[in-house]
């Protein structure tokens, strides 16, 4: 009698044990068919026909697929892929999840593909992810922005330094001018930039050699558009007079720069000076709203990413810097570059 009730009183929880233990298994089945999937999508995301005819497989990967200046790169870097024997792929786009570039790149290192073009940063998972890869004998470029720590190949992008002494001097050129007094300078750059602070301390370089300058310098959270734009607000909010020239050290900070000055009606009390990379600056310059713009040649630099794989691929050797041309964009030349750039030529 008492074994039957122990056996009634037991046989429940043995009930809810084998449950729990049969949803434990259909759950890890299904995430390790979940990163499987995704892992093959990655793989298969080219059609079958693609794979035949191409005997490179590259991946581009960033922080920001869906802006305008990767969709340029990775288009010129795919045309150029295509007629040699290579394709490229924008990585994520036919997942249905969205992944962080980190995700992205293990799954590309897990696909094995034949090499690897990403946006670098200063941070260590990136870095050792770059490391894996190179264990795992793919290649790896980065482009726009370097990780220096890693053991990349090559890194494609601008002289921040050269671009720095273009800013400083055209800031002279203005003094030079005598249309307005410059005596006033504020020059706005990318909180945890890199590549910018380089930009910066050759400015400062050039601005040194002329003591008749104040600046002011002022770091902006450019997280993103929006946090940029309140950053700037709050700049302009706080001050008695504008400067009489802001240089922006990066496109995202043109734009909310120039979008500011009009907001508040100021955009005739300062010379803005910045960085060129999407149709809204190009627009801004035509405008006469940004004085010029430095900008970067997207083509060339699409072009230079996947010739670095394919030297490092056929000789084993690739440069370790390899830099793009970038061009001053003002009122005098900003049609022709629109048109070019629309009819998809240099």
Same mark, same amino acid.
Not at 155 to 163: A, E, F, L, M, N
Not at 297 to 310: E, F, P, R, S, Y
């Given at each position: 009698m008492d074994g039957e009730k122990k056996r009634k009183w037991f046989d429940p929880f043995i009930g809810i044990i084998i449950v729990i233990s049969i949803v434990a298994v259909v759950v890890t089945v299904i995430?390790? %068919?979940?990163?499987?999937?995704? +892992?093959?999508?990655?793989?298969?995301?080219k059609t079958a026909e693609q794979h035949d005819? $191409?005997?490179?497989?590259?991946? +581009?990967? %960033?922080?920001?697929?869906?802006?305008?200046?990767?969709?340029?790169? $990775?288009? $010129?870097a795919n045309e150029y892929a295509n007629v040699n024997d290579a394709y490229v792929e924008k990585a994520g786009d036919n997942l249905i999840e969205e992944y962080s570039k980190a995700e992205l790149m293990d799954m590309a290192i897990l696909a094995d593909v034949d090499?690897? +073009?990403?946006?670098?940063?200063?941070?260590?998972?990136?870095?050792?992810?770059?490391?894996?890869?190179?264990d795992n004998d793919i290649p790896v470029v980065t482009v726009m922005t370097d990780s220096p720590e890693s053991m990349r190949n090559s $890194?494609?992008?601008?002289?921040?330094?050269?671009?720095g002494l273009e800013f400083g001097e055209r800031?002279?050129?203005?003094?030079?001018e005598g249309g307005k007094e410059i005596h006033e300078i504020m020059i706005l750059l990318s909180k945890g930039?890199?590549?910018?602070? %380089?930009?910066y301390l050759s400015l400062m370089e050039r601005l040194s050699r002329d003591c008749n300058f104040d600046v002011d310098v002022r770091i902006i959270d450019s997280t993103t558009s929006f946090s940029a734009d309140e950053a700037i607000r709050d700049v302009l909010i706080n001050m008695n007079n504008v400067p009489d020239v802001m240089v922006c050290l990066s496109d995202g900070i043109t734009k909310s720069a120039y979008q500011s000055l009009i907001e508040y009606n100021k955009v005739k009390g300062t010379y803005l000076l910045g960085v060129a990379l999407s149709d809204e600056v190009f627009s801004a310059v035509r405008k006469g709203l940004v004085k010029c713009a430095i900008s970067v040649?997207?083509?060339?630099?699409?072009?230079?990413?996947?010739?670095?794989?394919?030297e490092y691929e056929n000789t084993g050797y690739v440069s370790e810097y390899i830099m793009v041309d970038t061009t001053l964009v003002n009122i005098e030349n900003v049609g022709g570059l629109i048109y070019d750039k629309n009819k998809g030529s240099d």
């Open positions: 995430n390790f %068919t979940e990163v499987r999937n995704s +892992i093959d999508m990655y793989c298969d995301s005819v $191409y005997s490179h497989h590259y991946v +581009i990967l %960033t922080d920001g697929n869906e802006n305008e200046l990767w969709k340029d790169i $990775y288009n $010129y090499g690897i +073009i990403v946006e670098g940063d200063d941070s260590g998972e990136l870095s050792m992810l770059i490391d894996r890869a190179r $890194y494609v992008g601008i002289s921040g330094y050269d671009i800031v002279v050129n203005l003094a030079d930039e890199n590549s910018q602070n %380089t930009m040649d997207k083509k060339q630099m699409g072009i230079n990413c996947v010739d670095a794989l394919l």
